[in-house]
């Protein structure tokens, strides 16, 4: 039989081949053998969800000839600036991108988003820098006609109002917008949700306009068919206003994801209230992390009677919760956030057991596990458990040596700046459950001193 060499493959063949191999090493290596292999390298199907990542290990340098060596790249995020120009050379070969994440203390010119505009008219997700957004930005921006997410990356509070003539008259497919630390005007915005109407699935505002208005009830009335993902943020509600406010979420019949943390302004019974009888019914995921006093048990039990299709549940720093509100937990959560909500009791493991035995994903950051004893044990009734995050949290009682027999699905277990564990117990969680990642920050145990 004669020899068989690698060349000898068809396209097929090395195709399955290559599909192996990172963006990076196909990039710089098999692409550069020969024109077929070349050509190989460049088939679509090796690039659908391709996915890279300019980071801080990379010179500007390298980054630039890596990326512009991946002609077919779909999805690129920079995570640090570069330096300014250097976009439009990127921007000019990488035709097929479709997301793209800009670092948001990247210096954007106005320049380098019309050439992007030019060569990417595939682009569905952009992220830019949202402090420096300007007019001329915006007109850019509404050119992209197959532009479906627009997110404004911020980190700091801006005062100054976020124009959206532009947009609304622009981005004919736009379905997601995130604003999340400007305000919006509110003309603007209410023009914008009546233009896009029965198109927008996912916003991410402040909770009030440049004028004071609540947006709740705008996009309520505009969006509330259409709306599945809100996120509202930064609250400053005046208290007279605040009810009818949240009342007008029952408006919105098909949201599927609800996030409004950090509302500590929100008054004791408004949540009891508003999800008794609502018909956001079809809510998967709810985020009400350090509510305040709003979060209380006659809350959670409104919220689980009323949602049945929950499945995520970020409740932490809810400090009105007890034992017998998580009795009404519903049997669908996979998703449970009870960090630093420091009135459970030695009931809180056995509710949580008992009511949600397909949990996968459990946080109890900032607790005193001796608190939570007796019931703690059924901590190992929790068969689907994949991640436990016990960050800033005292350990001491917690029964690790029984994780192995009982716990086989646990992947990862989060222990930074925990008390309470000695370097004996990692050793032997380590050594019969080898899948699992334990991850640690300031350790402070017995056998650390």
Known sequence: MGSIYIGDFPDEILLHIFSYLSREELASGPSHVNRRWQAVCNDDTLWRDSDYVVGENQTDEEALSLVMSMPQLRVLRLQRMLPSGMLQHVFRTCHSLTELEIHWRHKLLPSELSCLVENCPNIERLVVPGQRTTVEHLELISKMENLKSLRFEYRTLTYQPFRLQQLADGCPKLRCLEIPLQ???????????????????????????????????????????????????????????????????????????????????????????????????????????????????????????????????????????????????????????????????????????????????????????????????????????????????????????????????????????????????????????????????????????
């Open 183 to 449: 305000f919006c005007a509110g003309d603007e915005l209410d023009n914008f949700l009546a233009v896009k109407a029965g198109q927008i699935e996912a916003l991410e505002l402040r909770w009030m306009t440049s004028d004071r208005r609540c947006v709740l009830p705008m996009v309520a009335t505009l969006c509330g068919a259409s709306l599945k993902r809100l996120t509202l943020g930064w609250y400053d509600v005046p208290i007279d206003r605040i009810a009818s406010a949240l009342f007008s979420l029952r408006d919105l019949v098909n949201l599927q994801e609800l996030a409004a943390p950090y509302a500590y302004g929100l008054p004791p019974g408004i949540l009891a209230q508003v999800f008794s009888g609502a018909t956001i019914c079809r809510l998967k995921k709810l985020d009400l992390r350090s509510s305040g006093l709003a979060v209380d048990d006659d809350a959670l039990l409104a919220i689980c009677r009323s949602c049945l299709e929950l499945c995520e549940l970020l409740l932490g720093g809810c400090r009105q919760i007890s034992d017998a509100g998580l009795q009404l937990l519903g049997n669908g959560l996979e998703t449970l956030d009870l960090s630093n909500c420091c009135s459970l009791g030695g009931g809180a493991i056995t509710a949580i057991a008992r009511c949600c035995p397909g949990l996968r994903n459990l946080q109890l950051q900032c607790q005193d596990m001796s608190r939570l004893r007796p019931g703690l044990r059924h901590l190992l009734g929790l068969k689907k458990l994949e991640t436990l995050d016990l960050t800033s949290s005292i350990v001491s009682v917690l029964p690790l040596g029984l994780f192995p027999k009982h716990l086989h699905n646990l992947r990862m277990l989060k222990l930074s700046f925990c008390e309470g564990i000695g370097v004996g117990g990692l050793r032997v969680l380590r050594t019969l459950m080898p899948q699992l990642k334990i991850v640690i920050g300031d350790l402070v145990g017995p056998e650390d001193r």
